[in-house]
């Protein structure tokens, strides 16, 4: 399985931004994916997460009611709309499949990561 995410960019405080992930593999719709970010300094951390069963989304306390996750697996495609956007937002985005079960919102529970995509938000 590989990973691409993109829409990556510097947006000034309360603003928008939408980081779409491709993915390979034919067997796309059954893999949760989740989205979680890295900052210089910090562990990764969970943002969202969305399975592949019933389209059950799982978020961040610190991004709940700010960010949207949703997947389309008719494009092989997992998105992240983020609103609302605060400096402390600002870090390097990362998009994860997890073929087998597991945590959600660890990141030992996703067995591929996508290179990661940058957004910077000003202040």
């Known amino acids: 399985v590989q990973l691409q995410a993109c829409g990556g960019g510097l947006v000034q405080t309360g603003g928008s931004l939408r980081l779409s992930c491709a993915a390979s593999g034919r067997t796309f719709s059954r893999y949760r994916m989740a989205w979680f970010r890295q900052s210089p300094g910090k562990e990764r951390e969970f943002v969202a997460a969305?399975?592949?069963?019933?389209?059950?989304?799982y978020y961040a306390d610190s991004v709940k009611g700010r960010f949207t996750i949703s997947r389309d697996n008719t494009k092989n495609t997992v998105s992240l709309e983020m609103s609302s956007l605060k400096p402390d937002d600002t870090s390097v985005y990362y998009c994860a499949a997890a073929v087998y079960s597991g945590s959600y919102s660890a990141s030992s529970g996703y067995d591929y990561w996508g290179q990661g995509t940058l957004v910077t938000v000003s202040s």
């Open positions: 969305i399975s592949w069963s019933n389209g059950y989304t």
